[in-house]
């Protein structure tokens, strides 16, 4: 069964340093997201991404963050000048798109960032 | 904005007995689904069920059941026969079909222990 893979699982910066998460969607999903979920609190939307652009992001999503998918397969999430506040699980998804029949979410395993 | 609300922190089931974790959401939309994943410790995000908002059915996949309420913007989710493997993490999702991004918006979760 296809399902989404992220490396690494466990990533430790010291704070200020960029940090690149990797995602590797669904083959032929269309949708792809990043969520971030501070530890014992809930799972947020950071930014949606379509048509090789950011369709949504959210409020969290500010301009130290960015995504791109840079050769078809991989989806990368890059934090330029990392927080403490940024130390959190980063899930990637992917979702197909069509046929839009159960709108389901394909999560990847997760990528623990810990900011020192 | 769309908001989803899990107004139990915690809910505690015997093995073998059944669990009602509760959701709520608000939404103008007429058109979304709605999920119920696990997070067990290894914080993977596993699917349990999703509903289809045009559908009147309640889904249904084994021991685990909803109760949707459209009217009244319910979406509880029953479990039978409780297992220990089924203590976790239990989060509701929205998903909206009108803005074109299909994000997910999470509840603060519910995390469920099952008594031996």
């Known amino acids: 069964e296809p399902e989404v893979t992220q490396t690494p699982s466990h990533q430790v910066t010291q704070m200020g340093q960029e940090v690149i998460l990797r995602c590797v969607p669904i083959?032929?999903?269309?949708?792809f997201y990043w969520y971030r979920q501070i530890l014992g609190q809930k799972v947020e939307f950071l930014v949606s991404?379509?048509?090789?652009?950011?369709?949504?992001k959210s409020e969290i999503f500010d301009d130290q963050f960015s995504v791109e998918r840079p050769d078809g397969s991989n989806f990368t999430l890059k934090i330029r000048s990392t927080k403490l506040e940024d130390s959190a699980m980063y899930f990637c998804a992917s979702l197909a798109g069509t046929p839009l029949i159960y709108n389901e979410q394909f999560f990847g395993p997760g990528t623990r960032l810990t900011v020192l | 904005a769309q908001t989803v609300t899990q107004s139990q922190p915690e809910m505690s089931v015997q093995e073998a007995e059944t669990v009602t974790l509760s959701c709520t959401y608000d939404?103008?939309?007429?058109?979304?689904?709605l999920f119920w994943y696990k997070q067990p410790p290894s914080r993977q995000m596993i699917l349990v069920i999703r509903?289809?908002?045009?559908?009147?059915q309640n889904a249904t996949e084994n021991r685990f059941s909803v109760n949707f309420q459209k009217a009244a913007k319910s979406f509880s989710l029953k479990i039978s026969d409780s297992q220990l493997g089924d203590a976790a993490m239990y989060f509701c999702a929205y998903s909206g079909r009108t803005s074109g991004t299909y994000k997910y918006i999470f509840g603060t979760g519910t995390r469920l222990k099952v008594l031996a």
């Open positions: 083959s032929n999903h269309l949708y």
């Open positions: 509903q289809e908002a045009y559908k009147q």
């Open positions: 991404f379509y048509n090789n652009e950011i369709s949504e």
């Open positions: 939404t103008s939309e007429s058109d979304y689904y």
